[in-house]
C-alpha cells in the first residue's frame, strides 16, 4: 500500500464516517460479514477482548455510519453493512487494506484527523487583530 491510497479523499471519509480506531475496528468487523445483521452488544463482543468497545459506544458509532450511509438500519437498531455507493464502499476497502498493511500510519492519520478538528474548533475561538 502506497501513501497514495492515503488521498485526500479518502481522508475526508475517514473525518467523516470513522472518528476513533475502534471505530474502524467495528466498521471493519461489521464489513467482514455484510449479510449478518448486528446488534451493538453482538459487534462490541466480537472485538472483545483485544479492544474493549462498551456496547453505547458501539451504538454511537453505527449511528455515524449509518449517517455516513454505510449502515442499512432495522427498526430494532441492528445494522447491516450496507455502503450507499460504490465509492464508500471502496474507501471502506482501503480502510480494511490500510489496517491489515500498515496500521500503525492508519492510526496516525485517525488521530492527526480528530487533533486538527479540535484545532479548529479552537480556532474558531482567536480574537483577530484589526
Excluded: N
Excluded at 32 to 49: F, K
Excluded at 88 to 99: C, F, P, S
Aim: charge should be neutral; include cysteine; glycine fraction near 4%.
Amino acid at each position: 500500500m502506497e501513501d497514495a491510497a492515503f488521498s485526500d479523499e479518502f481522508c475526508r471519509f475517514l473525518r467523516a464516517a470513522v472518528p476513533s480506531v475502534d471505530a474502524a475496528e467495528l466498521l471493519l468487523v461489521v464489513q467482514r460479514e455484510p449479510d449478518r445483521w448486528w446488534s451493538a452488544a453482538d459487534a462490541a463482543a466480537t472485538l472483545r477482548p483485544a479492544t474493549a468497545l462498551a456496547e453505547g459506544d458501539a451504538a454511537r458509532y453505527f449511528a455515524v455510519f449509518h449517517a455516513a450511509g454505510l449502515l442499512a438500519l432495522a427498526p430494532d437498531r441492528r445494522v447491516q453493512y450496507k455502503p450507499g455507493s460504490e465509492a464508500l464502499a471502496a474507501h471502506v476497502g482501503t480502510l480494511e487494506q490500510a489496517y491489515r498493511e500498515r496500521p500503525v500510519t492508519l492510526i496516525r492519520v485517525i488521530y492527526a484527523l480528530r487533533d486538527s478538528r479540535i484545532q479548529s474548533f479552537a480556532d474558531a475561538f482567536k480574537l483577530r487583530r484589526r
